[in-house]
């Protein structure tokens, strides 16, 4: 399965997207690059993708619906459908007794609804 994450601010709108599922030498795909460009792809040897999102995540990328689609003319990013945020039952964040709350999803974006005309729209 493939996670893909967005980054977005003044100056930059990029894509970082990994296949959750190891290769056959157990690395990992990672697809990365501008959104509206052809995106670089890339094998990593990597212990868990899961950190790798979750770090992607704490520098500012936040997780969207959407497809990597892999072309003879290289590998592209195509914007997902118009979504709601993401939530989880209330038992996920509700935590047991003696146990950390974990922390609330992140909200997706629906990136066809960008104004990259406007940057001042994203603040």
């Given amino acids: 399965m493939i996670q893909i994450l967005h980054y977005v601010d003044s100056t930059s709108d990029k894509i970082w997207a990994i296949n959750t599922n190891p290769l056959a030498g157990g690395n990992y795909e990672v697809f990365y690059g501008r959104r509206t460009n052809k995106l670089t792809r890339r094998e990593v040897d990597i212990k868990n993708p899961h950190t790798r999102i979750s770090e992607?995540?704490?520098r500012g990328y936040e997780r969207v619906i959407g497809q990597i689609d892999?072309?003879?003319?290289?590998i592209r990013y195509i914007d997902g459908p118009s979504v709601q945020p993401v939530t989880q039952p209330a038992a996920a964040t509700n935590p047991i007794p003696g146990q950390k709350p974990k922390k609330r999803p992140k909200r997706i974006v629906d990136l066809s609804t960008l104004n990259t005309d406007n940057?001042?729209?994203f603040f």
């Fill in 56 to 58: 992607q995540e704490r």
């Fill in 70 to 74: 892999i072309q003879s003319d290289g």
């Fill in 119 to 121: 940057p001042s729209a």
